[in-house]
């Protein structure tokens, strides 16, 4: 179609997106040639995720050292002693939540001074009464008291007592599920497994603690990378609205807005031109903390599924959060701040599963946090199919419900 | 549907032929633009009241005014950027409330600010707003020679604009709204914040284009811009079109008046008062340097008016009485001088 200015105009969905590509086309340009894309999508992530990597140790994983006190000294507070204490042919055990852990003998009246001392990362106390409580259970003894393995270890080092906790719910797991079969033979007038009779827990049942803590541990600067790049995507995705208000005070936007293109069409190439920023900048990453400093960030289509998600959900979330500023520093400051907010409470500057009970759950309310448990998940080799989808479902929602009520706010403070 | 002709839409350069089919909803007499009852409200304040006007082919229309007095927003409202609260926009007979995209097509703009994008070259700032304008990718390279030479920047397409003069950066800036061969172009006081010879160098282009054959709307402040380059001039002050005529009709509706301009300090208010109650004076105002007095005569007024400057305390520096000019008429319409 052609009309009085000699114009060709494209109809139906081809016309509508050709300004849109258009427009993401000239911003990924402009954005280039500029070095935003490459400073906030790249270089910054990386530096950082290096310079927390190196914080932490300079070693791409942490090995944590947890002591074993036996306070009871019965065969089976022994026999778990020695099942973890044990020297492995494969070196320290590794454990899903933080690293690599080995276990240290320690006497239990120095357990505490051990930690405090930062000796130990943490200890795990086996009570007074843990074999004898094991073979009641065991026997399916209704009365048997509780088995309760106590847990020391220092505030500041959560990561290592979120480590030391896992063990520990190992080992009281193995005993009640044991309890639980003893009970079950019992009610049923069969007679006890020989090794439960005397209550001693076979080497092979405690053992199962690396066994089924399972994968291969997250890889920090895996973690790191995911983490300080989704700090940036804040605010690479904070273009979208600030660049809006650029144009809006420079007289940009009357000119954008004179032409046939419709302010949806601008938004939605900016967006995408942000979207492609983001997903390019995390693959860059991905792919130079994998190749460059040997991370593992797990299967490729998991991290691959992760990324697009995550991008999707921060460009939302920051579309709602620039909308509220009217002027350019304001959008600069709302970004900052909820950036950092969210990153504190998602984890992005502590290591994976570190923190409180109460923060660590928090963090799964906020989209990075949901995307750094699932590439947490993934890097340790414990994530399914399932628990992928369901997080990328979560981002995808987060995404879609934020960046829809960011876009008709931005709608209407910048183009009425 | 009525089939208006525009005649002549010739940029200075090559004209293209979709021009000469522009097809209306019935604009009167081959009138580019025709606009009625425009009003712009932001919040409680009224903008733009009820203003309204209409622009021939080829002719070339001033809307003057001071600064804030409404000249932005109403074209803004023009060219498809603002909506108005109430009013029609018809470009070449074509509604803009519901054919926008058909009549923005129409329009050209070159806003106040350089809406150039700093970190491009002129050269991409013109293929992104002219594939913006949906011109064909060969018909947009032949219209970005021709426009760069029109605005003298034919050598300096590959600069960056953030590399350029303030005065290059204006005429790329009047350069992208000639892209698309607009039947009416607008230039919102183009000429602001530059050197005299970029600022004569564009008056130029403008006049070039006017003498081409395009319809032009000029927004200024400057009075003598408004003069040199506008067949016809609309005066707007407080959101409201007070005046519209050629130069000689707005000239002629205040009279053979001449404009006496006194270079005073002092009490102002008592001497402006003071000789507004002259015989022969019809108003006196002050002014940032002294008094703006216009008289039936000035002869014969000099004398009483030098007299009432002793009599208040005033010290007078000089008088000089000026030809009638848009800056006599705008005091008489306005009653008030049109300031910077």
Redesign the interface.
């Known amino acids: 179609m052609?009309?009085?200015?000699?114009?060709?105009?494209?109809t139906g969905r081809r016309g509508w997106l050709?300004?849109v590509l258009?427009v993401m086309r000239?911003d990924l340009?402009?954005r280039v040639?500029?070095r935003s894309a490459i400073i906030t999508g790249i270089i910054g992530p990386l530096a950082m995720a290096a310079a927390f990597s190196l914080l932490l140790g300079g070693t791409d994983t942490v090995t944590f050292t947890i002591g074993l006190a036996d306070a009871d000294g019965s065969p089976a507070s022994r026999a778990v002693v020695t099942a973890l204490t044990a020297p492995s042919e494969q070196g320290p055990a590794e454990d899903s939540e933080g690293g690599r852990v080995q276990f240290e003998l320690v006497a239990p009246g120095e357990a505490a001074a051990a930690v405090d001392d930062d000796d130990l990362d943490a200890a795990i106390v086996l009570p007074p009464g843990f074999g004898a409580a094991a073979a009641a259970s065991s026997a399916g003894d209704d009365g048997a008291r509780a088995v309760t393995v106590t847990v020391l270890h220092d505030p500041t080092r959560s990561v290592a007592g979120q480590v030391a906790r896992s063990v520990a719910d190992e080992i009281t797991a193995e005993v009640n599920r044991r309890a639980l079969v003893g009970a079950g033979l019992a009610a049923a007038g069969a007679p006890r497994p020989a090794a439960d009779a005397q209550g001693e827990p076979s080497a092979q049942a405690v053992v199962l603690v690396p066994d089924q803590a399972g994968g291969d541990g997250p890889d920090l600067t895996a973690y790191y990378g995911a983490a300080m790049f989704i700090l940036f995507l804040y605010f690479t995705v904070g273009f979208v609205a600030r660049s809006l208000v650029v144009d809006r005070d420079?007289?940009?936007l009357?000119?954008?807005?004179?032409?046939?293109?419709t302010p949806a069409q601008l938004i939605m190439g900016r967006t995408l031109a942000v979207a492609v920023l983001g997903v390019g900048g995390f693959v860059v990453v991905w792919l130079v903390t994998s190749g460059a400093f040997g991370a593992d960030w797990g299967p490729p289509a998991g991290v691959l599924a992760m990324v697009v998600a995550t991008v999707l959900a921060i460009a939302g979330l920051g579309l709602l959060v620039s909308s509220l500023g009217r002027t350019e520093r304001q959008v600069e400051s709302y970004t900052a701040l909820v950036a950092f907010v969210l990153a504190l409470i998602g984890g992005n500057f502590i290591g994976p599963g570190a923190g409180s009970d109460i923060l660590r759950q928090m963090a799964l309310y906020t989209p990075n946090g949901q995307a750094l448990a699932a590439f947490t998940d993934l890097g340790a080799g414990v994530a399914t199919v399932d628990s992928i989808a369901r997080a990328a479902g979560i981002l995808l929602a987060i995404g879609l419900v934020t960046g829809v009520v960011g876009l008709l706010r931005i709608h209407r403070t910048v183009f009425r | 549907m009525v089939q208006v002709g525009t005649g002549g839409q010739a940029t200075g350069t090559s004209a293209g032929p979709g021009h000469e089919g522009a097809t209306g909803e019935g604009s009167a007499a081959g009138h580019v633009l025709e606009c009625s009852g425009l009003v712009r409200r932001f919040g409680d304040r009224v903008a733009v009241d009820h203003v309204g006007f209409r622009i021939a082919a080829n002719e070339t229309f001033g809307l003057l005014g001071p600064n804030g007095a409404g000249k932005t927003t109403t074209i803004s409202m023009i060219a498809g950027i603002l909506a108005p609260d109430e009013g029609e926009i018809r470009i070449a007979g074509i509604p803009m409330t519901t054919r926008a995209g058909a009549a923005k097509a129409l329009v050209g703009l070159v806003p106040q600010d350089l809406a150039l994008y700093p970190d491009l070259t002129i050269l991409e700032n013109l293929r992104f707003f002219g594939r913006l304008q949906q011109l064909p990718r060969r018909r947009l390279a032949a219209r970005i020679a021709e426009v760069l030479e029109v605005v003298g920047l034919a050598d300096r397409a590959r600069d960056r604009v953030q590399e350029c003069s303030g005065g290059m950066k204006r005429r790329a800036n009047i350069a992208v709204g000639l892209l698309h061969e607009p039947k009416l172009l607008i230039l919102d006081e183009p000429t602001v914040g530059i050197d005299p010879q970029s600022r004569n160098q564009i008056l130029e282009s403008i006049e070039q284009l006017g003498a081409a054959g395009m319809s032009v709307l000029y927004t200024t402040h400057y009075m003598e811009e408004a003069e040199r380059l506008c067949d016809r001039i609309g005066i707007i002050d407080n959101g409201r079109l007070v005046a519209e005529g050629t130069r000689r009709e707005l000239i002629e509706r205040v009279g053979e008046q001449d404009r006496i301009s006194v270079t005073a300090s002092g009490p102002l208010a008592e001497f402006a008062a003071a000789v507004a109650a002259l015989p022969g004076v019809t108003s006196a105002e002050p002014v940032e340097t002294g008094l703006a007095v216009t008289a039936v005569t000035a002869a014969e007024v000099l004398a009483p008016l030098v007299a009432a400057g002793e009599r208040v305390g005033v010290s007078i520096g000089s008088v000089q009485v000026v030809e009638p000019d848009l800056e006599t008429v705008f005091l008489e319409v306005t009653g008030k001088a049109l300031r910077d």
Do not use: E, V
């Open positions: 052609t009309d009085g200015a000699g114009t060709a105009r494209p050709r300004p258009l000239t340009l402009r040639r500029n420079g007289g940009i009357g000119r954008l807005m004179a032409t046939p293109l």
